[in-house]
Nanobody, 120 residues
Framework: QVQVVESGGGLVQPGGSLRLSCAAS????????MGWYRQAPGKERELVAE???????NYADDVKGRFIISRDNARNTVTLQMNSLKAEDTAVYYC??????????????WGKGTLVTVSS
């Protein structure tokens, strides 16, 4: 009943920018913590950025100052603005949403991912 869908991935040159969006839909009372993760070939999935309902964000060290995470609670969306992209940012980016189905009941959902390729 809850769907999490990422969009915005693609090919971008080093130093360029890309904006990823994540939309949650279904029977949602409120979005709790939302997070962006990424997984490069041969590597483990890692946290990129996360933002709770209270809007206190947390970034991985290697994206600080380059990426910005934000959310629109009215639209149940979370955005990752990626600037100054590097080749090492190439990965499949996944959105994770912790969703309150009703007050006091929550569950986490993963999107299927969107591929970001940084290459000249």
């Amino acid at each position: 009943q809850v769907q999490v869908v990422e969009s915005g991935g693609g090919l971008v040159q080093p130093g360029g920018s890309l904006r990823l969006s994540c939309a949650a839909s279904g029977s949602i009372y409120r979005l709790n913590k939302m997070g962006w993760y990424r997984q490069a070939p041969g590597k483990e999935r890692e946290l990129v950025a996360e933002i709770p309902y209270g809007d206190i964000v947390n970034y991985a060290d290697d994206v600080k100052g380059r990426f910005i995470i934000s959310r629109d609670n009215a639209r149940n969306t979370v955005t990752l603005q990626m600037n100054s992209l590097k080749a090492e940012d190439t990965a499949v980016y996944y959105c994770n949403a912790n969703v309150a189905l009703r007050l006091g009941i929550a569950a986490s959902y993963w999107g299927k991912g969107t591929l970001v390729t940084v290459s000249s």
